[in-house]
């Protein structure tokens, strides 16, 4: 399991490289995506090292634009923010395989954290290069694109258990 686990681990860094790609603005993408999913399809810990390498690949691609310590402070928000949503998705979802009120509730949080409480976090390095000005227009931008990343990983994983179910219906 721990060998099917890393390969799946693997592929999903590599997706967020792809995902990396897609930008929004600067160094804002959809790198977390494959994390969200990584998250939902192997649990807290993986997901959290799927995010954090996924964001550094996302800023090494743009060129680092707000410092490799911003950055790195960014993958440790990553980090924190996929073992919160599997973290919360679990505890819903203990009875069955998809829970609608865990994803939910856990997207939620995963929006926050990413979102309003990771530019606080980096707000006093964020200031001085943008202002809190840049600071407060980031925000809906990045948590929109968020929720974006979480509701893409939550269709996929969906879509992933209905063609599991048929595919053990059709046996």
Known sequence: MHLKSGI???????????GANVKVLGSIAFDSMPAFLGTLLLGASYGAVIGA???FLTALLSGF??????????????????????IIYRRFAADNRFSVQGVLVAGIV????NGPVGLFVLS??????I??????????I??????????????????LGN???REAKDK
């Open 8 to 18: 799946l681990t693997a592929l999903f860094i590599a997706l967020s490289f792809i």
């Open 53 to 55: 390498a996924g964001h």
């Open 65 to 86: 634009p707000l410092t490799l310590l911003v950055h790195i402070i960014t993958m440790g928000i990553m980090a924190v923010t996929m073992a919160a949503f599997g």
């Open 110 to 113: 995963a929006v926050l954290i």
């Open 124 to 129: 006093p390095l964020l200031a001085p290069m």
């Open 131 to 140: 202002g809190q000005a840049g600071i407060i227009a980031l925000m809906p």
């Open 142 to 159: 990045v948590s929109g694109v968020a929720a974006l990343n979480v509701l893409l990983a939550v269709v996929i994983y969906r879509m």
């Open 163 to 165: 063609a599991k179910a």
